[in-house]
């Protein structure tokens, strides 16, 4: 049963998606406010996550992500034009060869991952609105909609 506490996320790009979908373990109602889902671009960007974020999120259901990733073993940095100016290069490695330091993964790919669940679940509800004002002073904020047609 779905607990009484109710949470409004504007926007459905793959941050607000991601929290949505995490909160929703938490059994919350959710509401999602999105303009249009079918114009959603993400743009082609490759996203790194840490070992530890990457488990988060297989952990909470989204078990396909870990095959669809790269596996980051190795990293070195290289500092010849920053302000900071290493004394000399760093190098990264994974304690064995079983682990990542993190994964690098397509975040079309995750969008879409996320996305998918999203629309199953049953405390999720999208709703397709478009913010028409926001009024703010201090003590809260009105955000006013107006149905699209």
């Keep these: 049963m779905p607990n ?4 409004c996320i504007i926007g459905s790009g793959l941050t607000a998606s991601t929290i949505a979908y995490l909160l929703s373990k938490f059994r919350l109602q959710i509401d999602i406010v999105e303009q249009d889902l079918n114009k959603k671009k993400i743009k082609p ?4 996550l840490s070992k530890h974020s ?6 909470y259901g989204l078990k396909d992500i870990k095959k669809k990733s790269n ?3 190795n990293i070195y940095l290289h500092d010849s034009y920053s302000s900071i100016s290493l004394k000399k290069d760093l190098e990264f490695s994974a304690p064995n060869t079983k682990e990542a330091l993190a994964y690098i993964i397509d ?3 995750l969008f879409s991952d996320i996305s998918k ?4 679940l049953k405390n999720i509800n999208i709703i397709k609105k478009e913010i ?18």
């Excluded at 009484?4 to 949470?7: A, E, G």
């Excluded at 669940?117 to 199953?120: A, E, N, T």
């Excluded at 926001?134 to 809260?140: E, L, M, V």
């Design 107 to 109: 975040g079309r790919i």
């Design 45 to 48: 960007t490759k996203l790194a």
């Design 117 to 120: 669940k999203l629309q199953s």
């Design 132 to 149: 028409s004002s926001i009024n703010d002073n201090k003590f809260f904020k009105e955000i006013i909609f107006k149905d699209l047609k």
């Design 54 to 59: 990457l488990d988060q999120l297989c952990f």
């Design 4 to 7: 009484s506490q109710k949470i």
């Design 71 to 73: 596996i980051v073993k």
